[in-house]
């Protein structure tokens, strides 16, 4: 068995341990939850962001392309005057300064579209009529709307387009599925909205074609720094927009394929994409906000997804993919600070501990001597004078073990001197007997003598 020597300082070191142990299994989870509740707050306010451009920017395109529609609804722009149309066109384009191709296309076969150039004093004018069907010329247009040059000549019914079709089908403003365009190849769709006169009929479509390569400028301008990756995701998984250095798209010859989350060149979208796919069943399940964590590369990283509102009517998710590191790393200094500072109080307790035990222990150790002293008769009162001294419990009996010590040692020397005396005693009564026993022995020797000296005469 363990003495209480060895054991009281396990004891005390084995709760100081445990204690210690609490209390950082307690500071690292505070900090889990810190990271969690910072990493959602840094990306809840970047989606918002986000949402917030993109918002701003197809606010901005739709309000133009619901201003011509009013006009050409109310009977203030003839439909059926392409001419009148395109001034419309071109006034509206100027006035709210778009950048994005502003068309009108009826069910007669005539269409007028106004592009604005990055530079702001030039135009585009793309149109088809009677006189040019079935090709669409397209010229250049200067900023008071005059007709210049011929860019390009194409075939062209804006009546087989997708957006025409789906918006006449309809009979609502509807967004086209997204395409590539053939005048600059990013991604691009179309808010279209069918036109209707007064008693009902069907007039035609006005819309707006809206690039989706901005967007990705914007992201780029708005995440806090590269190791940030933003991107937008349709319902089914493909890609609208990425901060990543990888396309959104891929092309072979004529053919154009968008890619899927889930099959980015760009390993971190890859993955996210197969990490969203493994827990919701993909982004069409998402709801409002989540934040998911993912491993690549021996790193973790944390994707945090967030619909857009449904104020656009765009079955969009905005996602966000950030090293978990970036927030960890404060969190981990400060764990190795609060680790450092635990690991030494515990080895200044447990000296503390060693060094009470000791305290404590030796007094105890010089009354277990004191106890054995005096079994062994070799007490001696004064080794206890120290402790003696003492005004605790342990000079207490030390008090105690120093009569009770000096009693039982009077007693015994007592007990030792009567026995010697006992002894003596016993000794000259053993020697009186031997003698009174020999004399005996004499005396009857002479009458035996005086006997037989009688019996020779």
Request: net charge neutral; aromatic share 8%.
């Amino acid at each position: 068995m363990f003495s209480i020597r060895q054991m009281m300082p396990i004891v005390m070191s084995i709760q100081i341990t445990v204690a210690v142990g609490i209390t950082g299994w307690i500071s690292f989870n505070s900090g889990e939850r810190a990271v969690q509740k910072l990493t959602r707050q840094l990306c809840e306010n970047l989606n918002l962001r986000v949402e917030q451009q993109i918002n701003y920017y197809f606010e901005d395109s739709v309000q133009v392309s619901q201003a011509v529609a009013t006009a050409l609804s109310n009977g203030s722009i003839n439909p059926n005057d392409i001419n009148q149309v395109q001034k419309d066109l071109f006034n509206k384009s100027k006035e709210f300064d778009t950048e994005n191709i502003l068309f009108f296309g009826n069910e007669k076969g005539s269409m007028v579209g106004i592009d604005r150039q990055q530079d702001p004093s030039k135009f585009l004018l793309r149109i088809r009529d009677e006189s040019t069907a079935p090709n669409r010329p397209t010229y250049e247009l200067s900023s008071d709307g005059q007709r210049g040059k011929l860019v390009m000549n194409e075939v062209y019914d804006h009546r087989t387009r997708p957006w025409y079709v789906g918006a006449k089908k309809a009979g609502i403003p509807i967004w086209s599925p997204i395409f590539v365009s053939t005048v600059d190849g990013e991604l691009t769709t179309t808010k279209a909205e069918p036109i209707y006169s007064p008693d009902g009929s069907f007039q035609g479509v006005v819309g707006i074609n809206i690039s989706l390569k901005q967007i990705r400028q914007f992201m780029q301008e708005i995440r806090p720094n590269d190791k940030w990756n933003v991107f937008l995701v349709e319902s089914n998984g493909n890609l609208v927009a990425t901060t990543s250095d990888e396309s959104v798209l891929q092309k072979d010859g004529d053919r154009t394929k968008r890619f899927e989350v889930s099959q980015s060149k760009d390993p971190r979208l890859q993955k996210a994409g197969l990490s969203v796919q493994e827990q919701f069943g993909g982004f069409q399940n998402l709801q409002s906000s989540q934040i998911i964590e993912f491993e690549y590369n021996g790193e973790k990283y944390l994707v945090s997804t967030h619909k857009l509102a449904k104020n656009l009517k765009l079955d969009w998710s905005i996602g966000i993919i950030v090293p978990k590191s970036i927030f960890m790393q404060e969190i981990d200094a400060n764990n190795r600070t609060t680790f450092i500072i635990i690991a030494i109080m515990l080895g200044v307790n447990i000296l503390i501990g060693l060094a009470i035990a000791s305290w404590l222990l030796r007094p105890m150790k010089n009354l277990m001597n004191a106890a054995r002293d005096i079994e062994e008769e070799s007490f001696d009162p004064e080794e206890l004078t120290s402790i003696a001294h003492r005004q605790d419990e342990l000079g207490q009996m030390a008090r105690v073990f120093q009569e009770m010590g000096s009693t039982i040692v009077e007693r015994q020397q007592g007990m030792k001197s009567q026995l010697r005396q006992l002894r003596e005693e016993k000794d000259e009564a053993k020697k009186a007997a031997i003698a009174s026993q020999m004399g005996q022995t004499n005396s009857l020797q002479s009458i035996l003598s005086r006997s037989r000296a009688a019996r020779n005469k």
